[in-house]
């Protein structure tokens, strides 16, 4: 009966690959086959997708982390999928499955992350980032919450494309997995055979830098042979539109701390006598970037590798939606000195992405604090060593006159040194990028335009950063295609899914599976 | 018998005002009288502060503060002290009492606070601003945690001076309150009669900038009749000599957020086109002072009052002991480009006192903040206007090319300016300075140096801020005779108190209230 349903859908179906060729059925019509049967098993999916996102995942909470896992392996063996824990002491395992399908020739392997970025769970509007809400838009948007509909299985379509499900790692990254299970599930009802082998390696410490996964993929380097690799991290492109990446910025995280007195002082007491370390942290700040947003810091641009001509043509052939997102985000006047948001993402950056010293507000106290603390990363691209990139920064700094650490001072450290920082290497790793012109490559962008009536954007790098560095080295051409809506607050507080969103990656991701060929 | 102790140990003591005057005692006899009292009830004087210690006294937390009220009521009439609470909607009353002393001429008003600053239990070393707990020594000096000793009552003396009692307003201000109240306990006790009346006034907002105390007191105007205000705020010299002063520096408080885009952005995404409010703060704030810490606000010094020939030559018989500070707080190299603390304290100073954006450490997130917010406190000295300063602070962020308001900006207004902060006006009050040679300036001094054996500093102002100006406009001269240890961590985490400066405390105010005259 399906099978015969399946066979009138595609007759049906205006594309033009029918014609020539109905087994297999052209993506287009593999993306309508997934999504009618997603109109009928929405409920089963968000169901899915919920029971997961309640397991808080910070990849630091082991027994939670755990708890994801073992999650993972439920979900994955009841596609038929063979699962194997590749644990790492201490920490959430990867969790590896194969898929062998009888006719396929090449082994595609999906990677993409179980661990999300830590909460503040009283910056979430719901204040429970593990307990998934439901709103009627985005918050931004008005969106109410509303409840997850009932007896929603006796309702095919129920849920609406503009719905939003609220939760950490909605978007960033456990709705990819979902998705590519979900994918699987529709090829199954709609008796579409897989075209690939298929692995899957989801990692529980992205958020965490990656530390242990080229190590843990080594030690389980015989799991790893396949042609290409495709990672479901990362959000589409701003304008909505879908997208294919062919690389990604590296990244570095540290902490700095300059000092004040040894102890937070009364401030009409010492005030304009005791050195204020909040006022020495923003000049060490404002010292890295001038107004436009270009680092200062020596040597930082001398590494970049140069874009190829291919990658060129591709940032020309991107569209240029700044003006609306500046609109949509509020900015009157972006970095860059006028160059485009995706010419910017070729280059490194430097970010402070938090700043911390005694209080502000309410909890404010009259005092000169005795620290002041900043969090800055910075994007690497193509060319750039992550090791060398910090040591660029520390220089920086110790050339601005501070005495460097990368300890608490001692007392006398402190009356010896009028300028001290703390300055903490949280590591990182450096960019990757796959060329835009293997055959690999061409093809998987092939199905993908053709799964979404060529609507999706080509892009020679993400801004992001995921570590393919890892596959890279590994000697597996690997591409990203992300299928989260770009508004999602990754990262932040109020993470959130765009439902069409979710819906149109498993159409793709069902198309990949299905006609990937090369 | 008590009558006969205390002559005799008159008698035996070697102060040459003894053979002037045997009644009543001389300043330093009466600290002797205090002194063998306190030796006698330390563990009642104890019992009671830590009672007190225990109630929290956050302005803003109505129903603790209005405990904490009730408490002291409690406390003034068990020393016969009649009693009446002036009360403020929704803060805690001033707790207002009169205690008439039958030959007395002149009227001495006593003021201090029973409110504290905000905590942050998790600051504390030990978790509990408000359980007193005991200690042999200064933290920073290694002092462990000791328990209260047991049936203290039967063991005179048993509390060491160096011992420190750690709880939130433990120094500031709920010890002086205390002191005053042992003190006059011990004459009552010694059969000392006290020279003056006494009234005390004591405050449930003043951490919170005394909004309502001036109007509170001019509503009761009929209850303030006196001679001479003392007030208990504040901490000793930091030689650790008592200390007498005549005034104090103001106070306004302000709270800047400066905007990114309207939520926070993926720094990979973003980073390096998204503008960083973390940035565009530390820019504004490096703008505001150099690197000797002189304010650059155009006109910031151009209203002070330059000091007169009596406080000029009070400031350089001040001791100097600039050096011990620097190696015990750990500072290289003071702010003031060579000028002395003392000196400091008589200019305007502007210090920010906390920053926040975002996260920073484990908590830290990658991304573009959404805002950044620093706290400010700007002293003010003789001659300058609270408001006045605001509006010069504010000026200077505008003409840094900032949008300025007073909330949250509009979608529209982000757009449309580069550079927003919204500048909040948390409102303060002016200086206030009482003449050196006035007649109960001078007799109030010389009680105290005889108490003390000479040690007393004398200042012509406090660097912290008391509103004192509301009793200058009451027409009252007013006295600042603080007693608790300058380390004392006021206004911060580890609030403590030295006990040898409770003791000390004591003696001094029974030598006022037995031989204030003039």
């Known amino acids: 009966m399906r099978n015969i349903a399946v066979t009138l859908l595609i007759a049906l179906l205006p594309y033009p690959a029918l014609a020539q060729k109905s087994t297999p059925p052209s993506p287009a019509q593999v993306a309508e086959a997934v999504r009618e049967y997603r109109l009928e098993n929405e409920d089963r999916i968000i169901r899915e997708l919920n029971e997961f996102l309640a397991i808080p995942n910070l990849a630091s909470d082991t027994p939670n982390i755990q708890k994801n896992a073992a999650h993972l392996v439920e979900m994955l063996e009841a596609r038929g999928i063979e699962t194997h824990l590749l644990s790492i002491a201490g920490r959430g395992p990867v969790v590896f499955g194969k898929l062998?399908?009888?006719?396929?020739?090449?082994?595609?392997?999906?990677?993409?992350?179980?661990?999300?970025?830590?909460?503040?769970?009283?910056?979430?509007?719901?204040?429970k980032p593990f307990e998934p809400a439901l709103r009627d838009a985005a918050i931004e948007a008005g969106g109410k919450r509303i409840p997850f509909p009932e007896n929603?299985?006796?309702?095919?379509?129920?849920?609406?494309?503009?719905?939003?499900?609220?939760?950490?790692?909605?978007?960033?990254?456990?709705?990819p997995i979902v998705a590519l299970l979900a994918a699987i599930d529709a090829l199954h009802e709609k008796k579409i055979p897989l075209a690939v082998n298929l692995k899957v390696i989801l990692e529980g410490e992205e958020e965490a830098g990656s530390p242990n996964l080229q190590r843990t993929l080594e030690l389980h380097k015989n799991l790893l042979g396949g042609d290409v690799l495709i990672t479901g991290d990362g959000p589409v492109h701003q304008s909505g539109r879908p997208l294919v990446f062919f690389g990604n910025r590296g990244d570095i995280g540290l902490e700095i701390t300059v000092y004040g007195p040894?102890?937070?002082?009364?401030?009409?007491h010492y005030g304009n006598w005791a050195p204020n370390p909040a006022m020495e942290l923003s000049r060490l700040l404002a010292s890295m970037k001038d107004a436009d947003g270009r680092v200062l810091i020596e040597g930082y641009y001398d590494d970049v590798t140069p874009l190829g001509e291919v990658e060129k043509n591709a940032l020309v052939e991107m569209p240029d939606n700044d003006a609306d997102l500046e609109r949509a985000l509020g900015i009157a006047n972006p970095e860059g000195g006028g160059k485009k948001l995706v010419e910017l993402l070729t280059l490194p950056s430097l970010n402070v992405r938090g700043l911390k010293s005694a209080y502000v507000g309410e909890q404010a106290q009259n005092v000169v604090p005795d620290r002041a603390e900043a969090s800055l990363d910075a994007r690497l691209v193509q060319g750039e060593d992550p090791q060398k990139k910090f040591e660029q920064i520390a220089g920086f700094?110790?050339?601005?006159?501070?005495?460097?650490?990368?300890?608490?001072?001692?007392?006398?450290?402190?009356?010896?040194?009028?300028?001290?920082a703390k300055v903490v290497d949280e590591g990182g790793y450096r960019a990757s990028r796959t060329a835009m012109d293997l055959p690999v490559s061409k093809a998987l962008v092939k199905v993908v335009q053709s799964a979404t009536a060529g609507k999706a954007v080509i892009a020679p790098t993400l801004g992001g950063s995921v570590p393919m560095y890892i596959f890279e080295d590994f000697g597996l051409p690997w591409i990203g295609v992300p299928i989260?809506?770009?508004?999602?607050?990754?990262h932040s507080s109020d993470e959130n899914l765009r439902l069409g969103h979710?819906?149109?990656?498993?159409?793709?991701?069902?198309?990949?599976?299905a006609d990937l060929n090369w």
């Open 262 to 268: 040894v102890r937070a002082l009364h401030s009409g």
């Open 100 to 127: 062998i399908s009888a006719e396929a020739t090449r082994t595609v392997l999906f990677y993409a992350h179980y661990d999300g970025q830590p909460v503040d769970p009283a910056a979430w509007t719901d204040g």
């Open 152 to 175: 929603s299985a006796a309702h095919p379509g129920i849920y609406n494309d503009d719905w939003r499900i609220y939760a950490r790692s909605s978007s960033d990254d456990k709705s």
């Open 397 to 420: 700094i110790r050339k601005q006159g501070y005495y460097v650490i990368d300890r608490e001072p001692t007392l006398d450290e402190r009356h010896l040194h009028p300028l001290i």
């Open 484 to 490: 989260v809506n770009y508004d999602n607050h990754q």
């Open 502 to 513: 979710l819906w149109r990656g498993m159409e793709i991701y069902g198309a990949v599976l």
